[in-house]
């Protein structure tokens, strides 16, 4: 019932990745007036980010290089998504903390808080894409298949032509070729999101 | 027996331009064994940068661009060409000084020398096309539109998205909106390679 | 009882201003064994730079030159010392929020959480020097007379030459035009310690 | 008949050197009207820096931080000379290439060629300074001895500490000092500015 990797690998050019993307699972959202789903964005390409707002890394690069995406490419059919995957220092990046560093860097694409565990420091989300830590930067394609996973510094240039070999896919084939895709997913589960849990 | 814009414009997504790129006119070239010419690059996307090797804009940005383009994106099939259009202190640029300045600043990419003008300072392709100065940076697609042209500082993030929606073009399909273009570019001369001749 | 402004001013160049700086308020120190005083630092040259956590110019220039200076000019006489100066989303800059930020970000010089007002948004330390904002840098002399103060984005090579006359400074010297100021600072109160309450 | 060190290294703060600063040799000054000796910069505090028009680092470092120094500090008493120490692509970095040069990378502070040697490829000051490289950094105090020699990239923060200090020395204890000295260097050659030609 889970999707097979072929679904998505199908015959598209692959960046490093070719699977069904999972949903998130948010606690709150900033910046959108209703709660965002991953499969609602169908038709876009979705660039997904994960940070920490005391991450250092994540404030002086990714959050600014994912905000200017979200300015220079909204128009053109880039949705990006912030979560907030906090998985240290919990009492310190709270709900309330996130609102005034978003405020204060002048953030305005969405941001979802990645929901928080009781028994373990990793939060949902960031379990369920398997994420190796803060900035992560994962792309999704018109047709909901993760193309791109990425721990750490991005380089602009490669970020660019990524986004815009994936915004020449023609949505219609990605939709086409998502057919079976649909099918396969019937009944799928949060779990079904994770066609990576078979990894290492 | 000149080029029509039409040709060009086809029904693939533009960026700024959609006319014949032309021929250029080169006296010297360095970093390639043999001459380059732009019709042999077909099938390739092409990344032509003009400069001067005393143009501050293009030592500290341009050149390191168009180099980074060429050491990451050559294997994906693009093709970075340097253009020297010197059109003032000539006697300070002349080919001894490009190589120094080339072999200093490690430049591996083709670089040609625009072909002087006896009568007048601005060398012959840079009048062809029309450049405002330098930096000015030209993106030909697989058929041999060019697509975009851009005077000044580019930013790289949309630098690579461009690259990226060029590449992700089919070859095929432009080369079978490009029949018509190679049959009336017939016997194309150094004028024909001039469709913005009529522009202001 | 206060101190005159001519006790500072003297004869040694100023950069622009010469008062005695005053006594800090602080409600909680990070990296020092134990509360610091200005007093106590009399003989060094003092680099006071008040900051927000969550203000966007102390992460990116501010903060992370204080630690610079620390680290290269301690040696030499300079003591750095941060003031976490709150007037702002104050439910997300708690000492819990600061100190996983100086975890984060390597901080390793001494930081004091300015002291709160139970009736105004700005703090005790940040009133008494009449700041305006943050990032601010102040810079106190050998003989404790507070020589410069800024608010803003300081330029490097100002900053280093700055530091570089006040080092260079006869400590006796000073301390020798500072005799009066010892005497007529007995029994300084914190009021004593606000010379520039008399401004505009 | 040559100065000994100890005049310099007396009882004033060494950065890492303390010799006394030879003269240059200048085959044609720029930014200039009249030929400038480093003798009547007496009283001021001078930052020399050695530099190739080609070379990488001297153009997105050296040359602007030299620029800015100028800009910044001269009113304050430092006078800063550039110095155009070819060693290499000689054909490259002419006179005429180095006016197109000063010009486009608005430079406006003094720069002299280094007297060229008809038999070796090291210019005749770049040899008498013992030179490794470009770009490289000397200061010298106001009473004419070489405090600082630095070959690389430079950091600000610690340029700026260095020529505070300089500046905040005493010119008139520096040539009080400097007495014997001015005695010795009667009749000084180009040989008598040597005094590092007994190391290593």
Redesign the interface.
Known sequence: MTMSLAACASDM?VINKAVIASEWTVAQWFNTERPLRLEDLRGKVVLLHAFQM???GC??HAVP?AE??HR??AD?GVAVIGLHTVF??H???GP??L???L???RITHPVGVDQPMADAPIPQSMQRYRLRGTPSLMLIDRAGCLRLDKFGRV???????????????DPARSMSTGQGMARESDGCTAEACMPREGRG
Chains 1, 2, 3, 4 share one sequence.
Request: proline letters at 5%.
């Open positions: 050019p005391l991450c250092p404030v002086s290089l200017r995406v220079q490419f053109l240290e220092h009492a310190a990046m309330v903390a609102e005034a560093f405020h204060e860097y380089d602009e240039l490669e970020l660019g032509m990524w986004l815009g070999r994936l915004l020449a896919e």
